[in-house]
T-cell receptor, first 112, second 114 residues
Framework: KQEVTQIPAALSVPEGENLVLNCSFT??????LQWFRQDPGKGLTSLLL?????REQTSGRLNASLDKSSGRSTLYIAASQPGDSATYLC???????????FGAGTTVTVRA | DTEVTQTPKHLVMGMTNKKSLKCEQH?????MYWYKQKAKKPPELMFV???????INESVPSRFSPECPNSSLLNLHLHALQPEDSALYLC?????????????FGSGTQLSVL
């Protein structure tokens, strides 16, 4: 069974600092990995999707890396802004099926 | 249109009520999902429909009954719920084509069972 862990559970940084969020998974035979953002009481927004054959994906200030062999992914957010405050979840799809294994998330607070 | 629309946004119901949650997408996605999320926990998969056929049912109690009338619509019928069923119910969809498995979520229905 795939286990996904996100550390730290919470993070508070001053505006302008770069954010580094970590995700680890136990089974390296993954199909893809997604990073999501969730605001309180709202749905999830997909930020980046990395296929198992890829090493990284970039979108604007966001960059996500994937190291399958070590079972790790890292989400980098450059020059953080108060609007980046949210919970960030990673989710792993272990094979060509529909089920995602979610981490518990990292709650980020960016202080103005 | 890259939205998944869920209605209602909030729902309060008694344990003897029957209600339905609705979800709609117009992105041409052929897979649709129901997730349940308790506060400060990750979403848990309940049901998956692929090409309007139920393909995954994660041993959810029968008081939850999904329905997929067509490729754009997904309903979740609720009957005789318990207070512990109070949660955020999320609908999602995806294009089930290799390389295009990004999941799009609706904003959810916050359900309270009294």
């Amino acid at each position: 069974k795939q286990e996904v862990t996100q550390i730290p559970a919470a993070l508070s940084v001053p505006e302008g600092e770069n954010l580094v969020l970590n995700c680890s998974f136990t089974d390296s035979a993954i199909y893809n990995l997604q990073w999501f953002r969730q605001d309180p009481g709202k749905g999830l927004t997909s930020l980046l999707l990395i296929q198992s054959s890829q090493r990284e994906q970039t979108s604007g200030r966001l960059n996500a890396s994937l190291d399958k062999s070590s079972g790790r992914s890292t989400l980098y957010i450059a020059a953080s802004q108060p609007g980046d405050s949210a919970t960030y979840l990673c989710a792993v799809r272990s094979s060509n099926d529909y089920k995602l294994s979610f981490g518990a998330g990292t709650t980020v607070t960016v202080r103005a | 249109d890259t939205e998944v629309t869920q209605t209602p946004k909030h729902l309060v119901m008694g344990m003897t009520n029957k209600k339905s949650l609705k979800c709609e997408q117009h992105m041409g996605h052929r897979a649709m999902y129901w997730y349940k999320q308790k506060a400060k926990k990750p979403p848990e998969l309940m049901f998956v429909y692929s090409y309007e056929k139920l393909s995954i049912n994660e041993s959810v109690p029968s008081r939850f009954s999904p329905e997929c009338p067509n490729s754009s619509l997904l309903n979740l019928h609720l009957h005789a719920l318990q207070p512990e069923d109070s949660a955020l119910y999320l609908c999602a969809s995806s294009q089930e084509r290799a390389g295009s498995e990004k999941l799009f979520f609706g904003s959810g229905t916050q359900l309270s069972v009294l």
